[in-house]
Structures are given as C-alpha cells and as structure tokens.
C-alpha cells in the first residue's frame, strides 16, 4: 500500500525556534507538497516541488522553506517559529496529472 | 482562481440513513477529487472523479462537468463514516483547490 509518511503526529515548540517537519513517501511520486489546514480557513498550500531540488511557492509561503534533496522526502522549515504557524501540517504528493494524490497523517504543531 | 463550494456545511443523521453531498465549482475541471478527513486528521482519497459515475462499496460519486458540480453518496452510513467530506480540483501545478468541506455526523 503506498504510503506518505510523516514524521511526527504532535509537536511543540517554543516561540523563535527553527523547525523541521519531515515527510517521505515511498511511491516514486514526481510532486509533493505542504498544506497547511486552519478551522475557517481550510487547506491552504505553502510549498510543493515538481522535481528533486525544485521549489514553488505556493499560497502562503511567508516565514517557511523547504527542502527536497531526494525525491522521495519534502522537508519544511520554519525558519523562526511564531505562535500564527501554530496549525496543523499536512503533506502530500501525487504523480503528474494530479492522479493519486495522497496525504500524510498530518503534524499538529503548536508553538508557544 | 477556481472557486469550490460544497453543501451543506454539516449533516448530522442516524446509522442507516442515506446521504448526498454536493460540491459545485466556477470553472470546467477535469480532474475533481473526494477526500475523507477522519477525526484524527487523515485525508484519505476516496475517488478521482473527472466525469461520469463511480463506486466503491457504500460510496459513490457523480460529476456533471458540463453542470459544474459534483455528487457524492453515501448508503446505510455508517458511525465510521463520520468525519468532513472534502472535494478539490486541481489548479495549476497539480495544486489542490479544496472547498470549505461537510462535516458529516453519523450517530448511533
């Protein structure tokens, strides 16, 4: 069964610290990506990369980075984590043409 | 950009009961999507859905894309079936476009 995998369910961190939330997935999928999903708000996409060291930035992308050294991982930084990027943080990937999108179990982090 | 809006926000039924939702969307697509999100947070992909009628099991999803929407159905719900129903269309760089989601309640 493929699978996205993310490496951490809860999180939480203090207020300036530098953040980095994990995902792998094991599909040899070109694209993936980082949501971010806020009540009232829904998902809204931070980050995706097409290709092994590419990056776009997508809807939200102020105050984070990312990082895909090998096609396999996604990484997104918080810089300097503030109590707004409290949320939970999912990612997914996909083949070209959108199909197969699938989606981690998502990090809940919380920054204080 | 594309808007999607789905209906109705929340539904809350009993187990057994049948229920339809309802994602409508501004522009043509070709690529709509359901999702489950489950009370812990997983998004699962139910179908990919661009035209015309699938089933899986109890699920079942239709898109009209000349019409502009899409429906999905749910038969003698289920408690696990609980959770909020996402469509999204792909916008883009396979960027997902989600709508704001139903919240389905199945009580027991």
């Known amino acids: 069964d493929v699978k996205v995998t993310q490496s951490s369910r809860y999180l939480v961190k203090r207020t300036g610290e530098k953040v980095f939330l994990e995902c792998v997935q094991d599909?040899?999928?070109?694209?993936m990506f980082w949501y971010r999903q806020d009540p009232g708000l829904g998902l809204r996409l931070i980050y995706f990369?097409?290709?092994?060291?590419?990056?776009e930035k997508g809807d939200i992308p102020e105050g984070y980075s990312v990082s895909r050294e090998k096609k396999e991982r996604f990484s997104l930084i918080l810089e300097s984590a503030s109590t707004n990027q409290t949320s939970m943080y999912l990612c997914?990937?996909?083949?070209?043409?959108?199909?197969?999108?699938?989606f981690g179990s998502g990090t809940r982090l919380t920054v204080v | 950009g594309i808007q999607v809006e789905q209906s109705p926000p929340d539904l809350i039924l009993q187990e057994g009961a049948n229920s339809t939702l309802r994602c409508n969307f501004s522009?043509?697509?070709?690529?709509l999507q359901w999702f489950h999100q489950n009370p812990w947070g997983q998004l699962i992909n139910l179908f990919y859905i661009p035209s015309g009628t699938k089933q899986n099991g109890r699920l079942s999803a239709t898109t009209v894309a000349t019409e502009r929407y899409s429906l999905l159905y749910i038969s003698s719900s289920q408690t696990t079936d609980s959770g909020v129903y996402f469509c999204a269309v792909i916008q883009g760089a396979q960027k997902l476009v989600f709508g704001q989601g139903t919240r389905l309640t199945i009580n027991p």
């Open positions: 599909m040899d999928h070109e694209n």
């Open positions: 990369s097409y290709d092994v060291k590419m990056k």
């Open positions: 997914a990937s996909t083949l070209s043409q959108g199909i197969g999108y699938t």
């Open positions: 522009d043509s697509v070709n690529n």
